[in-house]
């Protein structure tokens, strides 16, 4: 069954960092491109970040670029996102995401794996 495990969520000071990590079954992280995702109260999810399998390219949302950074460790079956300069704007639910294909996708139908989410707060 696949799995996608967030961890690292919490409260955070506006300017603040935190690291996000997403543990997934190895079949599933091994097979494709992954990515963030959030979604705020009364919100639509909306497209964080993006990588692909290899992890050789990323893609980020205009609005976290140069803040944020995505990566992975495939010897670990883990993915991550580390987030700088968090502003109160950023609080939301993140969720981790995979899909089959290798390449990366800022659509969230296009990912076939969801995890159950990870809160983060920015306080101003």
């Known amino acids: 069954q696949v799995q996608l495990v967030e961890s690292g969520g919490g409260l955070v000071q506006a300017g603040g960092s935190l690291r996000l990590s997403c543990v997934v079954s190895?079949?599933?992280?091994?097979?494709?491109?992954m990515g963030w995702f959030r979604q705020a109260p009364g919100k639509e999810r909306e497209f964080v970040a993006t990588?692909?399998?290899?992890?050789?390219?990323?893609d980020y949302a205009t609005s976290v670029k140069g803040r944020f950074t995505i990566s992975r460790d495939n010897s670990k079956n883990t993915l991550y996102l580390q987030m700088n300069s968090l502003k109160p704007e950023d609080t939301a639910v993140y969720y981790c995401?995979?899909?089959?294909?290798?390449?990366?996708?800022?659509?969230?139908?296009?990912?076939?794996?969801w995890g159950q989410g990870t809160q983060v707060t920015v306080s101003s």
């Open positions: 190895a079949r599933t992280f091994s097979s494709g491109a």
């Open positions: 995401a995979a899909r089959t294909a290798i390449w990366g996708a800022t659509i969230a139908r296009a990912y076939d794996y």
């Open positions: 990588i692909t399998r290899s992890g050789g390219s990323t």
